[in-house]
């Protein structure tokens, strides 16, 4: 659209904000203009996020939200590897499957109450998927994403085939959370905190060495640092992620089954990612905020529902592939004005 | 045949070109020198058209803007706002820093591959000819293209750019690593090809020394801005360039 307005003397010049660049150092707490510069967008995100329980009108859209952050979750982990350190995975549904039949079983073999089996099978799923994938550590791109998107596959089938751990009809009876405030809050938090550890991680030294592996994973190994074990890491951390989530589901619904494998777990997260603007972490997390409840809202049209929705999608890629993060953040860090050349 | 009116590229806020004007004449060969940054390869990137893709790409990411400002006339034809394609149909052909080729395709089919918009009469003649001045290619015609040695591949790369059938012959750092022995090599045979099929030639080059003397005309840049032209004959003598491009 601007390419009509340059004419030959002038041009769009784009420059960073000067309280950006304030805030960038000490002066950051030179004044309360600066500070809410830093802390209004992530206030504005926490207290959004935390209000959303409250406002949502009926049980049935407070259900969606839960549903919505284990999306989220998966969505970060995915926009973690992908774009920080450059393997595509595909396995959303692995690792929710995974945490999922973990949690149930603990539940119902052992008796733990979800306060013990989430974080064990967050951990347990964790260190099955990492132990699974790490053969296909070694491969990048499409050869990683076809591995990662075989394992849901070939385990919903084995528990199908060999009708172990409830067969088709799933772990039926796990126990649910005491109350539905307590499940909404806790996952979003969850969602919170896994969004700004994963922030700050990705900054440290040990993120750089992830971005490190992304760029150039020759380079990296010519530093004397074993990009396996760096691998190893990410997809331990993504796949936590991805089982927490697997996990709290199976609470949520009291039920585990093969549909956790189903690949839903592992598309809407890429589509997520897709609009939401991939590496900014955050623009993933929006991304399932506004893709599962659209979804949702589409159920009225009934079996055209997809077309629609995959019409959204298709029009967002062609036409704003950048995604809403990338474009959000540019407008509120940099300002454009006309130049003479 | 190419004329370049106050040409300006800004990746972002930064200016790689800097208010450039630039001519090339029909049947002759060209120099642009300069040491890196100086804004060669925006140039061929900006007369070949690519630019005007990667702009495209980055505006798709939301990555930094590409801003073109002035005119490139082709023939009397004004090409700013051409597609990439549709100049090399006019015979604007770029053969690419870092020669490109093809490295699964054997070096036989990268020739044909450059020839998709010649006919075929056009192409077996210009397969002969690459041939001859390329004689270490003919021994090659089955081996892929990524197993050729660096300099087989200029050739090879160059040989390709031929195929095109171009009037107007863009070749960005045609000599980047190659031996000594190569580079003069290869200077004589880019002189060749403008003295026996009178294609124009743009070249730009690093290293002066062997390029220098087989160019008509020369642009020299810095930092984006055209601070010296002249013949070689005038270059040569230049006690600037005679500094800086020769040690001496």
Redesign the interface.
């Known amino acids: 659209m601007d390419k009509n307005r340059?004419t030959?003397e002038r041009?769009?010049?784009?420059?960073d904000r000067g309280i950006k660049v304030r805030t960038e150092g000490i002066y950051a707490i030179a004044s309360w203009e600066e500070i809410s510069y830093l802390v209004l967008p992530r206030l504005l995100l926490i207290v959004g996020l935390l209000l959303l329980p409250l406002l949502m009108p009926s049980l049935y859209w407070k259900r969606v939200i839960s549903i919505v952050s284990i999306y989220a979750l998966l969505a970060l982990g995915f926009d973690f590897l992908a774009h920080f350190v450059g393997l595509v995975s595909l396995g959303g549904a692995f690792f929710v499957g995974t945490g999922g039949y973990i949690a149930a079983i603990l539940n119902k073999a052992f008796g733990l109450s979800p306060t013990f089996t989430i974080p064990m099978a967050t951990l347990a799923g964790a260190a099955i998927c990492t132990l699974l994938l790490l053969p296909a550590l070694p491969l990048r791109g499409v050869y990683f994403a076809i591995v990662t998107l075989m394992y849901p596959l070939v385990l919903a089938r084995i528990i199908e085939a060999l009708n172990i751990l409830g067969g088709t009809d799933g772990i039926l009876g796990v126990a649910g959370f005491p109350s539905r405030w307590i499940e909404q809050y806790l996952i979003l938090l969850i969602i919170i905190l896994a969004l700004f550890g994963l922030r700050r991680l990705v900054n440290e030294d040990i993120g750089l060495v992830f971005r490190g592996v992304k760029d150039n994973d020759q380079a990296v190994r010519a530093s004397g640092l074993s990009i396996t074990f760096y691998k190893a890491i990410a997809v331990f951390i993504a796949s936590g992620l991805g089982s927490l989530g697997g996990a709290y589901l199976s609470h949520i619904y009291m039920w585990s089954g093969i549909s956790q494998f189903a690949l839903d777990f592992s598309i809407i997260p890429i589509a997520a990612t897709v609009i939401g603007?991939g590496g900014t972490l955050v623009g993933p997390l929006l991304g399932c905020f506004i893709l599962v409840p659209v979804s949702e809202l589409l159920r009225a049209f009934g079996t055209l529902r997809i077309v629609f929705y995959s019409l959204i999608l298709m029009l967002f890629i062609m036409f704003r592939?950048?995604?809403i993060m990338?474009?959000a953040q540019?407008k509120y860090h940099q300002f454009e004005r006309w130049v003479k050349? | 045949m190419l004329e370049i009116r106050?040409l300006?590229v800004?990746y972002?806020?930064a200016l790689a070109i800097n208010n450039i004007n630039l001519n090339c004449q029909g049947e002759k060969v060209t120099g642009v020198f300069g040491a890196n940054s100086a804004g060669k390869s925006t140039l061929m990137y900006t007369i070949s058209g690519i630019i005007l893709d990667v702009k495209k790409k980055e505006e798709?990411?939301?990555g930094e803007?590409i801003?073109v400002?002035?005119s490139i006339a082709f023939d009397g034809m004004d090409i700013t706002h051409m597609k990439p394609s549709e100049r090399a149909r006019r015979g604007i052909i770029l053969c690419p820093e870092r020669r490109r080729i093809f490295p699964e395709s054997s070096t036989l089919e990268n020739l044909k591959i450059g020839a998709y918009l010649a006919t075929s009469i056009q192409a077996k003649k210009t397969l002969d000819y690459v041939f001859t001045i390329f004689p270490p290619l003919k021994n090659l015609k089955n081996r892929e293209g990524g197993f050729l040695s660096g300099g087989e591949q200029q050739m090879l790369a160059i040989g390709r750019a031929l195929m095109a059938q171009p009037k107007l012959l863009l070749l960005d750092e045609p000599l980047l690593g190659l031996s000594p022995l190569m580079e003069v090599m290869l200077a004589r045979s880019i002189r060749d090809i403008n003295a026996q099929t009178g294609i124009s030639i743009l070249i730009t080059e690093q290293y002066a020394r062997p390029i220098l003397p087989i160019v008509h005309y020369g642009y020299i840049l810095e930092n984006g801005g055209a601070v010296l032209q002249g013949t070689s004959q005038e270059l040569m003598e230049n006690p600037d360039v005679k500094s800086a491009y020769f040690g001496l």
């Open positions: 340059v030959p041009r769009k010049e784009r420059l603007g592939s950048e995604g990338v474009y540019r050349v | 106050g300006m800004f972002e806020n798709m990411k939301g803007r801003t400002l002035g």
